[in-house]
């Protein structure tokens, strides 16, 4: 928003943005006290269904977490094309998935969950917007993500984007009331 239609940069990131269907992240992670506690069943479905419903969400264009290991390994088991969506695994299948995936070392799964399975992280992908227009999709977003919140589970929110972003309106909220008040 700083960058002119004409400069390099901003053509470059437009670019970037348009390419890729978004260039702001946001990250969030669901954390257990269970070692092994973010592979059981009602983890993995809150994943997968706070995954849906964040889909939804105005000017989200994607979002990433560990819970698509489970639905593409069921949809390989079902012979179904990869293409067709994310359907997710009946609870008796989980410890299977779970086998599965606790014996290769699979592109993003570390970067997903921490080698004691109590933490996984949430990457959602949105547009490139405004500052205050990218806050308000991750504060819609944490709200979200407390709704059916199983009770063994907490929400953590890393410092990211996000934080710099607010940080950055606070800084200038603060300079316009100074200025304000200088002026009166």
Request: no cysteine; glycine share 4%.
């Amino acid at each position: 928003e700083f960058l002119t239609p004409e400069s390099e940069t901003r053509q470059s990131l437009e670019l970037v943005n348009d390419h890729f269907g978004g260039l702001n992240i946001f990250q969030l992670k669901v954390v257990t006290k269970e070692k092994g506690g973010i592979q059981k069943y009602e983890s993995v479905k809150y994943l997968h269904d706070l995954r849906n419903r964040a889909m939804e969400m105005p000017g989200v264009k994607n979002a990433y977490t560990y819970s698509q290991f489970y639905t593409t390994i069921h949809q390989l088991f079902l012979g179904d094309s990869l293409s067709h969506g994310n359907v997710f695994p009946p609870e008796e299948a989980l410890f299977t998935y779970n086998l599965i995936l606790n014996s290769q070392r699979f592109p993003f799964r570390d970067v997903l969950q921490n080698e004691e399975l109590t933490e996984s992280l949430f990457i959602l992908r949105t547009d490139d917007v405004r500052s205050h227009e990218f806050i308000k999709i991750a504060e819609d977003f944490i709200e979200l993500s407390k709704n059916d919140l199983p009770e063994d589970l907490e929400i953590v929110i890393p410092h990211g984007l996000q934080s710099i972003l607010k940080s950055d309106q606070q800084i200038l909220e603060t300079q316009i009331n100074s200025l304000g008040i200088s002026l009166l």
